[in-house]
Each structure stands twice: as C-alpha cells, then as structure tokens.
C-alpha cells in the first residue's frame, strides 16, 4: 500500500527531509503545468515550481491533513504565479505616461512605448468615461471642475473615473501582460 500525502506530511514534520523528496515527486509535473498555463514562459516554470515548493515547505506546518495535499501545493503556485506577475508589471501613474510621452530624456522610448499602449486601452474605454480620464489625467482637472467641464454631478465623475480605471486595469491583465506590460495607476 503507498503512503499517503498526508503521512509524508506528519514524517516531514517529524523531520524525514526524505519524505519532502517525495512530496515534491509526486507533486512537481502537476504544480509545474499550472504554472506554466500561468505564465507561459517556459524559462520561469522552473524557478516558479521551485519558489512553490520552497513556500510550501516553510508553512507545511499550516497545511490540514484533511484535505488534499495537491490542492494545497496548486493554491500555492496560484499565488505564487499572481506576485510573479504583479512584479513584472512596469507600475507608472497614468498622469507620468502622459507627461513622459512628451519629455526628452533617455526613457522617451520606453515612456513613448507605454503612452501608446495606455492610448490603446483609452481608445477601448466608452466615450463618457474615456473624457473623464483624459480631463483629470491629461488636463489635470480636479474632479469638481470635470463635473462643470461636463455638466454632472460629483458622484458621476467618480463613478466614471473609478469605472475607467477598472476597465483599464482589467484590460492590461486580459490582455496577458506578463512581462513589460503597464499596471495602471
């Protein structure tokens, strides 16, 4: 009869740094796949299985014997992949892409780069919300004067403009941004 995950579990804790060989045998090719669907980038897969193995090996004594032990390792490498991505994200504040797009200095062509991509997403906004960004983030307008700007009230403006934003935000990650993407401010 083979061992179950949940023995091996009680021998690492006991201190059989073998039994976690085990674990990670018979574990890796699953977490490894879901990483790689993750983030599909082969060269990361490798360092991302590890990480996940790592972490789980520190907090092993947190895991409940009751429940899968596969589950655990996959809800591991899940957030594992989500920090990996957060972290690959080039995070600039809307109101700097315009400014930088227009600046003369070396970064003009990363900055030119992004100001395009975030003029993209823009362009995919609806029309009311689209002028609500570009009034506050382009012109700089406090939110009372885009409501004037406009004729409506506070409360839409802010609606609009945390909509917007949202729609952005969701836009960059549907879109697969893992690398060198803009995470928007």
């Known amino acids: 009869m083979a061992i179950t995950d949940a023995e091996l579990v009680a021998q690492v804790l006991a201190g059989d740094v073998d039994a976690y060989r085990q674990i990670v045998e018979r574990h890796q090719q699953a977490v490894a796949k879901l990483i790689y669907f993750k983030?599909?980038?082969?060269?990361?897969?490798?360092?991302?299985?590890?990480?996940?193995?790592?972490?789980?090996f520190s907090y092993l004594h947190s895991y409940n014997p009751e429940k899968p032990l596969r589950t655990w390792l996959l809800s591991i490498a899940v957030n594992i992949c989500r920090s990996w991505k957060r972290k690959q994200l080039v995070t600039v504040p809307l109101r700097n892409l315009f400014h930088l797009a227009n600046d003369d200095t070396s970064s003009r062509a990363i900055a030119n780069h992004h100001f395009w991509e975030l003029r993209r997403l823009l362009e995919g906004?609806?029309?009311?919300?689209?002028?609500?960004?570009?009034?506050?983030?382009?012109?700089?307008?406090?939110?009372?004067?885009?409501?004037g700007v406009l004729g409506i009230p506070l409360g839409t403006v802010k609606s609009r403009l945390n909509r917007g934003l949202k729609r952005m935000r969701k836009g960059v990650y549907v879109e697969?941004?893992?690398?060198?993407?803009?995470?928007v401010l």
């Open 39 to 56: 983030v599909s980038n082969p060269s990361d897969v490798e360092d991302l299985t590890q990480e996940t193995f790592l972490r789980a």
């Open 125 to 147: 906004l609806p029309q009311k919300e689209r002028d609500v960004l570009v009034l506050h983030y382009v012109h700089e307008l406090t939110l009372g004067e885009i409501g």
């Open 176 to 183: 697969g941004r893992e690398k060198g993407g803009v995470q």
